[in-house]
């Protein structure tokens, strides 16, 4: 892991699905409509979350500006960093534990 | 046509200033301006309009980007006062939560945005009040009559000041103890 991702964990659930929609580039509304698509229309990232969401995955360097040259201006694009891959895999285990867990306790 | 309400609204009331926005929309009346205690509406078709306010401050660095995330997601920019955002978008009657964010998380960080501002803003009366005024009574400097008038000015100006932080803080307080963790 190139460095301590692991303070990030637990992301909510706007910031995860934010991060995870950038495994392509996108701009804002992308990211909106690909996590409304991907859980099935229940999660609708609301434009001041989606906006809190993208700062700080910013600010701590999980998620970059795509190169600015041949995109409008009006609407940037982002796409994930190595360490919000590395912050998404680490997630994707937890959350598979969590659930393991909940459905051996619970004996669904 | 228009018509103006002079209304005092505070940060811990949105839920009523929202209110009185949306009721006056539905009486054909659309928000146009927002000023410190004074709305200007302009006559309309009655609708039902829903009302959102954010507080960005005045870092304008990336408000084209801010505002075209909130135009793609269907809000309208009505106003912008003091480094509040006044949207607004149609209803539309799509049963969903037409809030601007999903949780309190989100929405507690707005308030620490308008905390920093204040405190900042506020720092020159702070500054005045508590040092710069007990000192000059130290140097027993001779004042002009009205300085008088104008210190308790200050003080009362002071006082409210930090009673408007606190309540703030209190309402940012009480959104982060509500955060699920």
Excluded: C
């Excluded at chain 1, 580039?25 to 992308?30: A, D, E, K, N, S």
């Excluded at chain 2, 130290?138 to 104008?150: A, K």
């Amino acid at each position: 892991m190139s460095r301590n991702i692991v303070k990030f964990s637990p992301l909510t659930e706007a910031s995860f699905y934010t991060l995870l929609a950038l495994v392509e580039p996108l701009h804002g509304y992308g990211i909106i409509k690909k996590v409304e698509k991907m859980s099935g229309g229940r999660v609708r990232l609301a434009a001041g979350t989606l906006y809190g969401a993208i700062s700080s995955l910013l600010r701590n360097q999980l998620i970059e500006l795509v190169d600015e040259e041949n995109v409008s201006r009006k609407r940037k694009m982002y796409k994930m960093t190595l360490s919000g891959q590395d912050l998404i895999n680490y997630e994707i285990k937890r959350l598979q534990e969590m659930v393991r867990n909940g459905l051996i306790e619970m004996e669904v | 046509m228009q018509k103006v309400v002079k209304k005092l609204f505070f940060p811990w009331n949105e839920e009523d200033e929202i209110k009185f926005i949306e009721e006056m929309s539905l009486k054909g009346y659309q928000l146009t301006r927002v000023q410190l205690g004074r709305y200007t509406f302009e006559k309309s078709e009655p609708k039902r309009v829903v009302y959102q306010f954010d507080f960005k401050g005045i870092d304008s660095r990336d408000e084209q980007e801010y505002l075209q995330l909130y135009e793609d997601a269907g809000w309208n920019l009505v106003y912008k006062h003091a480094g509040w955002y006044y949207f607004n978008r149609e209803w539309t009657g799509e049963e969903f939560d037409l809030s601007i964010f999903n949780n309190n998380r989100s929405k507690s960080i707005k308030y620490k945005r308008l905390l920093l501002f204040l405190l900042i803003t506020g720092f020159p009366l702070y500054y005045n009040t508590l040092i710069l005024f007990p000192a000059l009574r130290v140097y027993n400097y001779q004042m002009p009559g009205y300085y008088s008038v104008f210190i308790i000015f200050m003080a009362i100006l002071t006082v409210l000041h930090i009673f408007v932080v606190l309540r703030i803080a209190r309402l940012y307080w009480k959104l982060v103890r509500s955060i699920k963790e």
